[in-house]
């Protein structure tokens, strides 16, 4: 059974950064696809960075060139760097693991853990 817990969010001021990390268990990583969804009261859930089992990245447009997702296997850890935070970045961020590795962001197979809080100030 997949178990995925986040951690790292806070508050910051803009331009600022933020590690994120999700714990995660039950994971078969040679199938997987895993990523980070955020919720903002503006749009709703959005997919924000996904990794395949390969490794390849990818990521909505709003982030690209200032987060970087990550993955330790042997640590069972995904990672989301965060850098030069915006006030529309603020929301609630959560790990998710789409066990057939299908990194499509409206998947129905997509697992979440709770969720941690960030929240950027202008």
């Known amino acids: 059974q997949v178990h995925l817990v986040e951690s790292g969010g806070g508050s910051v001021q803009a331009g600022g950064s933020l590690r994120l990390s999700c714990a995660a268990s039950?994971?078969?990583?040679?199938?997987?696809?895993m990523g980070w969804f955020r919720r903002t009261p503006g749009k709703g859930r959005e997919g924000v960075a996904t990794?395949?089992?390969?490794?390849?990245?990818s990521y909505v447009d709003s982030v690209k060139g200032r987060f970087t997702i990550s993955q330790d296997k042997a640590k069972n850890t995904l990672h989301l760097q965060m850098d030069t935070l915006k006030p529309d970045d603020s929301g609630m961020y959560y790990c998710?693991?789409?066990?057939?590795?299908?990194?499509?962001?409206?998947?129905?197979?997509?697992?979440w853990g709770q969720g941690t809080q960030v929240t950027v100030s202008s």
């Open positions: 990794i395949d089992k390969n490794g390849f990245t």
């Open positions: 039950g994971i078969d990583y040679s199938r997987s696809c």
């Open positions: 998710a693991a789409e066990p057939d590795g299908d990194c499509y962001w409206r998947s129905p197979n997509w697992n």
